[in-house]
């Protein structure tokens, strides 16, 4: 997997965006991350709830494993492009956004504030 691919495929979700955060490129819906890349464009990660990490990780030990700390407790999970193929790192995005859209939009996510009301 590249990360021209990986860009290909989470680009098409519906809603998906490119962004840059701290340095690295992520990828949201509604304001929320749920897919990131690291390292060059070598690593990355996705934010899967735990039982899905489990998942991902018993199932493809070599591409997915937990990311440090509370984080990959909550379930993030970083990967290695190299070793993720193409169907198993789309199913993970999927999943990923799946779960953003779920939790919605972001506070800042481009809601319109109402307009202040003038008193005099």
Do not use: Y
Request: a positive charge; aromatic letters at 6%; hydrophobic letters at 40%.
């Amino acid at each position: 997997m590249t990360a021209a691919g990986f860009r290909r495929i989470v680009l098409r979700l519906d809603g998906a965006e490119e962004r840059a955060h701290m340095g690295h490129p992520d990828f949201r819906v509604g304001g929320r991350i749920f897919a990131t890349l690291h390292d060059g464009n070598k690593t990355g990660a996705v934010m899967l709830d735990p039982e899905r990490q489990k998942e991902f990780v018993d199932g493809h030990p070599a591409a997915f494993a937990p990311a440090a700390g509370a984080w990959g407790l909550k379930g993030a999970t970083v990967f290695t492009l190299a070793a993720a193929g193409e169907e198993v790192l789309g199913e993970a995005v999927t999943l990923a956004w799946q779960r953003a859209v779920a939790l919605g939009p972001t506070k800042g996510s481009g809601k319109k504030k109402p307009a202040k009301r003038r008193t005099s």
